[in-house]
């Protein structure tokens, strides 16, 4: 079985929460779109429509550029390239996993074709447009020749991630039963957490009642202690 035969998530509840935008990093948002932020494993990716529209709405490709590849390919070829889509999410986590512990040392020449494999149909041009206000600029527009291209701009992100020198910044969050990455682009490089109200103040109350129970094992343990002697 191929990765475009695989079937699909079928989680249906992905549709009751918008998609996460957590990361920072186009990257890592797209490992996120499959996420277990209330206990529930969520999966926005479910179809190849599904994979157009979060590319939209995190800015990836443009309504112009949705449009355009709705208009070019059937539901069964975006299906096909959402099933890829998927596999290749969970071996790019497998990657930003092994270089967020060791750093570039754990780049593998397989990690590279994983990344170009997405790179390689791309076809990118450059035109001169007039904008509304009559100015003239230089601009980059993708031709839509090839399926696989729905997957250039995370890949292209991916790419520059890999490439780059941030992976210090490059975490986990705390939680151990949250699975969301993100790049820590605060002033100080202290982020923690996914997001305070997903994660934080969660883990904080957990880690509150936890220590109250402590306190009370404790006093009830003194309590019962037979008085010395």
Request: proline share 5%.
């Given at each position: 079985m191929t990765d475009a035969d695989r079937?699909?998530?079928?989680?249906?509840?992905?549709?009751?929460?918008?998609a996460i935008a957590l990361g920072d990093h186009l990257a890592l948002d797209f490992l996120n779109s499959v996420a277990t932020p209330q206990g529930e494993v969520l999966d926005w990716i479910g179809s190849g429509t599904d994979l157009v529209d979060w590319l939209e709405v995190f800015g990836a490709i443009t309504k112009s550029d949705a449009a355009d590849i709705r208009a070019t390919w059937n539901a069964a070829?975006?299906?096909?390239?959402?099933?890829?889509?998927?596999?290749?999410?969970?071996?790019?986590?497998?990657?930003?996993?092994?270089?967020a512990s060791e750093g570039r040392s754990a780049l593998r020449i397989e990690d590279l074709q994983l990344i170009n494999r997405w790179l390689l149909p791309d076809r990118m041009t450059r035109q001169l447009v007039t904008g509304?206000?009559?100015?003239?600029?230089?601009?980059?527009?993708?031709?839509?020749?090839?399926?696989?291209?729905?997957?250039?701009?995370?890949?292209?992100?991916?790419?520059?991630?890999?490439?780059?020198d941030d992976w210090g910044n490059i975490r986990q969050c705390e939680n151990p039963a949250c699975t969301i990455w993100f790049q820590d682009r605060t002033k100080g490089h202290r982020r923690r957490w996914c997001s305070q109200a997903?994660?934080?103040?969660?883990?904080?109350?957990?880690?509150?009642?936890?220590?109250?129970?402590?306190?009370?094992?404790?006093?009830?343990?003194?309590?019962?202690?037979?008085?010395?002697?």
């Open positions: 079937p699909l998530p079928t989680t249906v509840a992905r549709r009751a929460l918008p070829t975006l299906d096909a390239i959402a099933r890829e889509a998927v596999v290749w999410r969970e071996a790019f986590r497998s990657l930003v996993g092994r270089m509304t206000t009559g100015e003239v600029e230089l601009v980059h527009r993708r031709m839509w020749t090839d399926a696989a291209q729905i997957m250039a701009p995370v890949a292209l992100a991916a790419a520059e991630m890999v490439a780059g997903l994660c934080g103040n969660r883990f904080k109350v957990a880690a509150f009642r936890e220590r109250q129970k402590y306190g009370r094992r404790v006093a009830v343990s003194a309590g019962t202690k037979s008085p010395s002697a």
